[in-house]
């Protein structure tokens, strides 16, 4: 049977446009609305790419099931609050047209990091991205983020409305600093006058956003339609775990209450996000580099190996809690806890190669700040060091096995090719460090890090992977 809205689950209206409709938004932000329960804050899905999502959704009026997993058993549970999805590189004068409406007030946003279009090292606009460069010759028709959020902003400073909120909900760090000053950069741009209304009215709240989120397969869709009895074409699948933690900056206040469904709002998100990215989102790319090389399929799969399990564990004891902050109230070492518990989850099949995706625009924050922190105080990281070997061992796109890997990076082909053209291994290692874009000037000049990752991918060549973590 086919999922159909009731009269009573057709009162949504459309208080949000959410850009970049995936299965983490769905499993997260869309579940604190569902549970704030007003409905004048409905969702609007925005695909910035691929119109699978509203293919599969609008013919089941854009119900889905969330399934929650746990290791003692899954929960599905209906959601109700997303009002359409819209296809922008179809229309993207609808897109528009919906982010200019009064009664949107806040564009939220998870694109991913390369979504940006920006320079992780810097966190300024790559003028030479196609995208931008698309989207300043033709701001009626934008095809990135960034654009959509400033022509829509124009058109309301036009129409005498506020600007929304725009609240990014991924994983970078100063998330809405960072939109704010690539906004602030496009739209001085196109008009300063804009850009000064922009500065005065608008908001960007920071927020950390968590929850574990695999991609949806075949077989979670086989079982939500066991499991409900409805033949749902776009589940989600997500851990029993979510938080999310916010500035509470909002144009004229208008937000949903999502602290109901548990939201924290603070005045400084920052402790909590280095806390997140560091060491949630570090641990997760280290154990999807090293353990994909060696040879294991999910992050659960790579913690029931002792061997990981004790390297992740040395990886966050000595090396990234020693120089993490805690956040008010919060106690590291229980933090961690909960994370290995989260990681061990043997329901949540969250695959090494998803995770291992994108590791250019991914490390900065979730790394390469702890390394730093470390080298400040001349303080040894081996792991750490083996974490980065990992990555550079893993965008040579060969495995241990001698089979390609299917790299996917933005600067998938730069990765490979500064390394095929290195006369050895440890040019390989300092080719790869030389790039800025990722590693900053700092790191790629710093003899100790360059050092301990050749000495690291030593290791990892003569040793292999598994072997390596065991130190
Ligand atoms: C993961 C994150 O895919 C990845 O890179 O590390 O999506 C992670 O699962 C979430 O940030 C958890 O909140």
């Not at 979504?115 to 992780?120: A, K, S």
């Not at 409305?161 to 602030?184: E, I, K, Q, S």
């Not at 999910?298 to 002792?306: G, L, P, S, V």
């Not at 800025?436 to 990752?453: C, H, I, K, N, Y």
Request: aromatic share 6%; net charge negative; hydrophobic share 45%.
């Amino acid at each position: 049977m086919r999922l159909h809205r009731t009269e009573q689950q057709k009162g949504w209206e459309t208080g949000i446009v959410h850009l970049g409709l995936g299965a983490f938004a769905r499993a997260h932000l869309a579940l604190y609305t569902e549970d704030a329960q007003d409905h004048d804050w409905g969702i609007i899905g925005v695909s910035l790419q691929r119109p699978d999502q509203r293919d599969h959704l609008a013919p089941q009026d854009c119900l889905y099931t969330a399934l929650e997993r746990r290791p003692e058993g899954n929960r599905p549970r209906l959601v109700t609050c997303l009002t359409g999805v819209l296809v922008a590189p179809e229309d993207p004068d609808a897109v528009l047209a919906v982010m200019s409406l009064p009664a949107t007030r806040i564009v939220t946003l998870t694109i991913t990091e390369k979504g940006y279009c920006h320079d992780p090292a810097t966190g300024k606009l790559n003028w030479s991205h196609p995208t931008i460069m698309h989207d300043l010759a033709n701001p009626a028709a934008p095809k990135g983020a960034i654009g959509f959020i400033v022509e829509a902003l124009r058109r309301r400073q036009a129409a005498g409305l506020p600007p929304f909120t725009v609240l990014c909900c991924d994983n970078l760090p100063a998330n809405g600093h960072v939109v704010a000053g690539l906004v602030r950069e496009f739209a001085e741009r196109m008009s300063p006058d804009l850009a000064s209304w922009i500065a005065a009215e608008g908001q960007f709240p920071c927020a950390m956003v968590d929850r574990i989120v695999p991609a949806t397969t075949e077989a979670d869709i086989a079982e939500v339609e066991k499991l409900t009895g409805f033949a749902d074409a776009a589940p989600v699948v997500h851990e029993p775990f979510r938080q999310w933690v916010i500035e509470d900056r909002f144009v004229e206040d208008a937000r949903p209450h999502w602290e109901i469904g548990g939201a924290q709002f603070v005045a400084h998100v920052e402790p909590f996000e280095h806390m997140k990215l560091r060491l949630l989102n570090g641990a997760h790319s280290a154990l999807a580099y090293l353990g994909y090389l060696g040879g294991h399929e999910t992050i659960a799969d790579t913690m029931q190996d002792k061997a990981y399990a004790a390297f992740v564990e040395r990886l966050w004891q000595t090396e990234i809690v020693p120089v993490v902050p805690a956040p008010p109230d919060t106690d590291l070492l229980a933090y961690v806890a909960a994370l290995k518990a989260r990681f061990s989850n043997p329901a949540i099949r969250h695959r090494t190669w998803q995770i291992a995706m994108d590791g250019s625009q991914k490390l900065p924050q979730r790394l390469l700040g702890t390394i730093r922190e470390r080298l400040a105080q001349d303080l040894p990281l081996p792991c750490l060091a083996l974490v980065i070997a990992g990555w550079i061992r893993y965008v040579g796109g060969i495995d241990e096995q001698g089979s390609l890997i299917d790299v996917r990076d933005p600067l998938a082909d730069t990765l490979k090719t500064v390394q095929d053209a290195a006369p050895d291994a440890a040019a390989a290692v300092r080719a790869v460090i030389g790039l800025t874009e990722v590693f900053g000037q700092d790191l790629s000049q710093d003899s100790r890090f360059v050092d301990a990752v050749v000495a690291a991918y030593t290791v990892l060549q003569e040793k292999g992977a598994r072997a390596a973590v065991v130190g």
